[in-house]
């Protein structure tokens, strides 16, 4: 079973959602990449994840849910950088970049999950970056801004700015979208 019907459901809440079609546009001649289903511990916790969106997130809430079995699910960190709980409790796969279930060399489209209580420390990237929040909430930080994203909500994140997240009581479920220079290079996090 593929990710298509992932895939069109993002291109829908896309289209319909400002903040998401300013930041980047929709790809072209998007083709599959084959990619094969890698499952995490994290895999069945976005299967069972109890929390709705909105009207307008949840329908990508459900084929996500759907469909999570299927993804090429990833952790881009090691126990040392992060600790066996977080990597129990959070991943994320590409379904749509360079290396994701559909092929495009303009933009990066994630969707990643983390679970409640967890530190997402210091980290950045090239590539220039749009948080969408799809369900349950969390604290972004940035050194201009600190804020309780929620369902709807966006935050972006400039090329190599610091950033890092705090989830509490909710887990949280997003759509993370990358444009710009370096799109192949995975985040790191910040040297302490
Ligand atoms: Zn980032």
Known sequence: MSLVKVLEVVKDLHSANPSLSSFVDWPK???????????IPATDLVKHFELKGSQHTQPLVS????HAQFANW????????????????YGYYELIGTNGHFHSDDLRAFIAYWGEGLTYDWHSHEAEE??????????????????????NDS?????????????????????????????????????K
């Open 130 to 151: 749009l948080y969408f929040l799809l369900a349950g909430s969390a604290l972004f930080k940035t050194e201009r801004i600190e804020k309780i994203l929620k369902t």
């Open 155 to 191: 935050c972006y994140h400039r090329s190599w700015e610091s950033h890092s997240m705090v989830t509490f009581s909710d887990p949280v479920l997003t759509l993370v979208l990358w444009r710009g220079n370096g799109l192949e290079i995975l985040s790191t996090m910040d040297k």
């Open 74 to 89: 990833q952790r881009t960190y090691t126990e040392d950088e992060v600790g066996l709980d977080f990597l129990n409790r």
């Open 63 to 66: 084929a996500v849910k759907e």
């Open 29 to 39: 001649n998007l083709t599959s990449n084959e990619k094969s289903n890698v499952n």
